[in-house]
């Protein structure tokens, strides 16, 4: 396994956001995390990303543990974060923030050629990459972010709901960007509201459900479950 977390339990002080979640990100792979509005899902990534500390549990990357390290030291083991609503540095050009993905590396060549390779991925960052990054619409935000996180080279790549409040054509373009990204071999963590676009893209799923993690399985079993029908398709 590529990643590991093992009986995670995360609090904001006395309010318990995830308790006791396991979960396994195999090599290559797409998996994903579903459920409700405050199911725990965007705390998980942070506890993956080392932005929340663990009340309990072990999280280990690539065979070594991660949790307790810093969210520096943990993007330079190779694990990036999309966060959820872009968080993107308005007054600052696209070109400088896909710079700021970069800001821990040392391979200068590299990161040169990696800003061409996300310009490459998205023509519509190179056209714009002296616009500052407040005057972009929600799906070239989106990109922003994405190219952003794969400035830093990551092994690994958290998304937190990259689908939010964006048009359904749009959402589609993310979906295949997704697909590329994982067909180049980076796995991808998922989080999403929209289950059903997050089932078509993961091979395997886990369904957060107020803090507990309720099921998992292969995303197309999941897709069929009866429970996951009701509750998350509107089946
Ligand atoms: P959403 O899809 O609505 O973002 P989520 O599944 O990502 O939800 P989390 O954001 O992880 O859920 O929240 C899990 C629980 O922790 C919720 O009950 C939420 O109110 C609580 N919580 C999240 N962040 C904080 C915080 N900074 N301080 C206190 N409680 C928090």
């Not at 959402?171 to 697909?179: D, N, P, Y």
Request: glycine residues 10%; aromatic residues 4%; hydrophobic residues 45%.
């Amino acid at each position: 396994m590529l990643l590991e977390m093992k009986d995670v339990s995360v609090n904001y002080g006395k309010v318990s956001a995830v308790r006791d979640i396991s979960l396994s990100v195999p090599d290559g792979a797409i998996v994903t995390i579903i459920g409700g509005n405050g199911a725990g899902k965007t705390t998980s990534l942070r506890a993956m990303s080392g932005m929340v500390p663990l009340r309990k549990g072990e999280i280990h990357f690539d065979g070594q543990r991660i949790d307790g390290l810093s969210s520096d030291k943990i993007v330079a083991r190779g694990i990036a974060h999309v966060p959820e609503g872009r968080r993107i540095f308005p007054d600052m050009t696209v070109e400088e923030n896909l710079r700021t993905g970069a800001f821990l590396r040392r391979d200068h060549d590299k990161v040169a050629r990696d800003l061409d390779g996300v310009f490459d991925r998205f023509p519509r960052l190179r056209e714009r990459r002296r616009q500052l990054a407040k005057t972009m619409s929600g799906g070239e935000q989106q990109m922003l972010a994405i190219g952003r996180a794969l400035m830093s080279a990551p092994r690994l790549l958290l998304m937190d709901e990259p689908s939010m409040g964006l048009a359904p054509v749009i959402v589609e373009e993310i979906a295949r960007i997704i697909e590329d990204i994982n067909a180049q071999g980076v796995p991808v963590v998922l989080v999403e509201q929209n289950a059903e676009l997050a089932l078509e893209l993961a091979s395997h799923a886990y369904v957060l459900e107020t803090g507990n993690m309720a099921l998992e399985g292969p995303a197309d079993e999941l897709h069929d479950n009866e429970h996951v029908r009701a509750a998350y398709l509107g089946i």
